[in-house]
């Protein structure tokens, strides 16, 4: 069972806790269970919907890997072998079971330089470097460093590839020789444009069509092929069409296995050599790892049953499957290994719940490679070209572009483009993060600082930008010229702002106010964010420490006496929170109270409700008492403030579920428990009695009660908090206005415990008397 907290001010809503139960996601590292099957049942297991998605992998990774090897100049078997080995050996032991790993159309330009630089056997070589240096980041931890690199650097990047190997292709489809640079490739096209071959020209157009088309075209129509993908229909397609209209082009030629060439010693400049591996490894982690993250998305956001829900992705684990992938690539004569975005889509979209589906579809490219040679030599080269060349086109996403124009990132992105398409990859990345770096510093120090008066004597002095030290002194100008009586505003409208500036701002506004002047330091829309260090400086839910924030450093460390520290917090709740929530209230005073829930919790002072349930003014109706305690019916003894409340919210309210919340370290409980018969009647003892049921079932029933779900109960005292809220439900339920709401289907009740030391909250599932965590562990949380 989980539960959905606002994370904002709407109401909470609480109806929707029960049947959203879902076990702990395991630590980054551990291998989730695999559906079906108990998180210590580590073998391999297929899932049907594995196999299935598998095929349809199988059907987009083929054809693909047989153009990406053509565009590459490498022989075009090494394509069949790194989708194979990615597929088992990423799939096997990769951090991402969704994802699916082989060649990728974002090393083409890569691999085609160092083939031509080095030839191809020297070009497996540094692969497995390549792989190698990918282990060892793997096992350093550093894989989430990749996605400090700016999305602007990144797409632009894949745009410049794209843009390359679309050139390169074009020639091909034409019926011609790709040169060996995008600028040549360019330079030559318009003769090449002028002399096309026919025959290739109608194969590759008809390949083109139907890549645009097919998924366009009625669902009931695609489902006459089994709703094949694109990539297959297109390729099956335009070889068809090349037999039965007799065309004589050039053909997939895929040698015998026994001349498969094998990596040998690079063979050239150190320096080169070392910066060729570096390139691989640099593209193929980036480029894998924000796949994981993009497909880690997906999965979430797709509906599906909770036992088949699928952990999220192990970055640095992910990164030595793609390292021991690349290692075992290029020791067979394979492509480079990366994530492929495009496949790992296809494959979440068909229903894969595990990493089984990845390692299947690499045994079906296996199986291909050796028994369907003759079928694969039936496809002529230019559909093959033809099908890279749209793939290319596609990576120049205009998705992205506008993404990027609404951060301010064009520059960055066009000048990675650029410079990839012009020079290289490595060279491009690098000029990229030059930009985006100056980019960074330029708005960082530009700062646009105006001072206005208004007609009610008000002077209003606007910072645009960011405040460092280099715009302190026309800060110092811009207040200077603010009159000494006058009430001034000081607004920023920025992100950052140093220390020089920041003591800047508050000398003056000290002066200011010594003098007679007023000021306020606000946000662009009026909030004020500044107020002298002497003041209450806790901000919402910091750890504030009973406060001894609110003394400034130089005053005593005496703790403050409670008169204090009331006007103090109150003095800064009418500065910072009352302009914020006015407006808020103001409704709520005119439209009355509307509670969507009943919160019953203890009144010990460390349980703040509105910060654990991220609750706002209006959203919860709550009692309060000592223990959570809700006495049956009838046995009030003279106290009716819990029943009545109940009755209130229940008939007058008409709340829609009431939550009873216990919390570690409950006073109340270990009062019961260290309870001496006999003494004195005190007015706690009397009210603890009502508490006494879930004492007697602790008793009944020891071992044997309410548990949490990932762990056994701390202690004792733990064991009779858990028992005491099942209790007090039960109590609940005998209230009649209570039993009628919910016999009517409108009321549900909730049981919740809160443990106080490790900020958590767990979630009461009453038919198995267990309480589930609700969101990430701690540890989860550190990672993020």
Known sequence: MTVRMPMDDRPFRAHRFAREAKPPAPPPGEPGPTPGSSGSDRRFRIHPADLSASVTVFLIALPLSLGIALATGAPLQS??????????????????????????????????????????????????????????????????????????????????????????????????????????????????????????????????????????????????????????????????????????????????????????????????????????????????????????????????????????????????????????????????????????????????????????????????????????ELIPLAVLAALVMVVGVQMVSLTHMRNIQRHREVLVYAVTLSAVVLLGVLEGVVIGIAVAVVLALHRLTRTRITVEAEPDGTHRVRVRGQLTFLAVPRLSRALGEVPDWAHAVIELDGFFMDHAAYETLQHWQDAHTALGGTAAITGRAGQRIAEPASAHSCRPWTPWRNHHCTRPAAMSEEPRAGSDQLASGLSAFQRNTAPMVREELARLARDGQRPSQLFLTCADSRLVTSMITSSGPGDLFTVRNVGNLVPLPGDETGDDSVAAAIEYAVDVLKVSSITVCGHSGCGAMQALLSAVPGGPQTPLKRWLRHALPSLEQLARHPGAGPRIADRSPADRAEQLCLTNVVQQLRHLAAHESVARRVAEGSLALHGMYFHVGEAQAYLLDEDAQVFARVGPTAHEESLV
């Open 79 to 376: 394509g069949l072998v790194a989708a194979a080995v990615g597929g088992i050996v990423v799939g096997l032991l990769g951090g991402a079971p969704l994802q699916i790993s082989g060649p990728a159309a974002g090393l083409t330009v890569i691999t085609a330089d160092l083939i031509h630089t080095y030839g191809w056997r020297t070009t497996c070589a540094l692969t497995v470097i390549a792989g190698l240096a990918q282990l060892a980041l793997g096992f350093a931890r550093v894989a989430r460093s990749a996605l400090a690199v700016s999305p602007a650097i990144v797409h632009g990047m894949l745009a410049g590839i794209g843009a390359t190997i679309a050139l390169a292709q074009l020639h091909v489809v034409l019926g011609g020789t790709p040169q060996s640079s995008a600028v040549a490739n360019a330079l030559a096209l318009p003769e090449q444009l002028m002399h096309p071959h026919p025959a290739a020209l109608s194969v590759s157009a008809v390949t083109v069509a139907t890549l645009l088309l097919w998924p366009r075209l009625p669902r009931r129509w695609r489902r006459l092929l089994g709703n094949a993908p694109a990539a297959l229909v297109a390729v099956a397609l335009a070889t068809a069409s090349t037999a039965t209209a007799g065309l004589r082009l050039p053909q997939v030629d895929l040698p015998s296995w026994r001349s498969h060439a094998l990596p040998q010693m690079p063979d050239g400049p150190a320096l080169g050599l070392v910066a060729a591996a570096l390139t691989i490894t640099l593209v193929a982690s980036v480029e894998s790892l924000l796949s994981a993250v993009a497909i880690d998305k997906l999965a979430a956001a797709r509906a599906g049953e909770p036992e088949n829900r699928v952990p999220r992705a192990d970055l640095d684990r992910e990164l030595r499957g793609q390292g021991a992938a690349n290692v075992v690539s290029g020791a067979l004569g394979g492509l480079p290994v990366t994530g492929v975005a495009v496949r790992s889509t296809a494959n979440v979209a068909a229903g894969a719940v595990s990493r089984g589906s990845a390692v299947l579809h690499g045994v079906w490219v296996l199986l291909a490679a050796g028994l369907l040679v003759g079928m694969l």
